[in-house]
């Protein structure tokens, strides 16, 4: 199994720029999660989609942010217009329903807005 | 905000000795759960513990659960170099699709 892919892994853009982060979940797997981490606020969820539809949107920091989920297998992250406050760590996770909310990581796209 | 509440913050022990990290928690939950992460990855699940459980063991890991505290602590027998990571308590609130993670301990292991 290939695991949870994201793309790409680092991204450098200009403060005003769209950004789109791109994740592949687990085969099989039907819920997919979109965190965000920095040193200041570790580890937040942005938002979570089960079987491709958003179910808690919550933790989106503001309308600059948007997620989709067009099929079982891919969902993007978008940022337009991207600040610089806005540079973090984003992975991708995704889950099976029956795995007790387990959790499998990406590896994570690496975002600096300058 | 972060439900789970890891101490310490930071730890840095010799190879061999044995490192504890405790974590704390607010709500009712249907499990917690502990993962790693090196530098520059992504999260490892280590190991998962279900609230009607008291303690659970995976090799060198040992994970206790007292849920009248609310808290939970992560034991590393044996520790090695290769330990060296961050470990997050993450927990799965009642009622809750999702998991709400803490903001982890760094663990340094010396060689």
């Known amino acids: 199994d290939a695991g949870v892919i994201q793309s790409p892994r680092h991204e450098v853009t200009e403060m005003g720029q769209e950004v789109t982060l791109r994740c592949k979940p687990i085969s099989g797997h039907n819920s997919l999660f979109w965190y965000r981490q920095t040193m200041m606020r570790g580890l937040e969820l942005l938002i979570y989609f089960n079987n491709n539809v958003p179910i808690d949107d919550s933790g989106m920091p503001e309308d600059r942010f948007s997620a989709k989920m067009p099929n079982a297998s891919f969902s993007t992250l978008k940022i337009q217009p991207s600040e610089p406050r806005d540079s973090a760590v984003y992975f991708c996770a995704s889950r099976t329903e029956t795995s007790y909310n387990e959790q499998f990581f990406g590896p994570g796209t690496r975002l600096t807005v300058l | 905000s972060q439900q789970g509440e890891e101490d310490p913050q930071a730890l840095s022990i010799q190879e061999g000795e044995n490192a504890t990290m405790n974590c704390s928690y607010k709500?009712?939950?249907?499990?917690l759960q502990w993962y790693r992460q090196n530098s520059g990855r992504g999260l490892v699940h280590l190991i998962l513990i279900r609230s009607n459980e008291r303690e659970k063991h995976s090799g060198r890991l040992r994970v206790t659960l007292d849920t009248s505290k609310k808290s939970s602590s992560l034991l590393i027998t044996a520790s090695r170099a290769a330990d060296t990571a961050s470990y997050f308590c993450a927990t799965d609130p009642a009622g809750a699709q999702k998991l709400v993670f803490g903001q982890g301990t760094r663990l340094t292991i010396n060689p």
């Open positions: 709500t009712s939950i249907n499990n």
